[in-house]
Nanobody
Framework: QVQLVESGGGLVQPGGSLRLTCTAN???????LDWFRQAPGKQREWTAN???????IYTDSVKGRFTISRDNAKNTVYLQMDNLKPEDTAVYFC???????????WGRGTRVTVSS
């Protein structure tokens, strides 16, 4: 069973940066990986995606500020978040999907608060 553990959240001032990390207990080389976020009182929303071939896509609100990347040797996916805004405040979740079986797993999330 795939297990994902996120880390790296915290409190940061507007304009600051954070790097989120999501580590899996399996070899992620054949997985599609996503970051989602859920702001207080809102539904969970998709944020960024990285395919096994390292192709990436982003939701419009984070383009040019967030960067998703992966290190298959470490079974880890990252979300570098720069120029953070108060509206980025949310719990951030990592999601994996096996490209062979379609099995989906979620982490428990890490909280990001952007406030002065």
């Amino acid at each position: 069973q795939v297990q994902l553990v996120e880390s790296g959240g915290g409190l940061v001032q507007p304009g600051g940066s954070l790097r989120l990390t999501c580590t899996a207990n399996v070899n992620i080389s054949g997985y599609t990986l996503d970051w989602f976020r859920q702001a207080p009182g809102k539904q969970r929303e998709w944020t960024a995606n990285i395919l096994a071939n390292n192709r990436t896509i982003y939701t419009d609100s984070v383009k040019g500020r967030f960067t998703i990347s992966r290190d298959n040797a470490k079974n880890t996916v990252y979300l570098q978040m720069d120029n953070l805004k108060p509206e980025d405040t949310a719990v951030y979740f990592c999601k994996s999907r096996s490209d062979t079986t379609g099995y989906i797993a979620w982490g428990r999330g890490t909280r990001v608060t952007v406030s002065s």
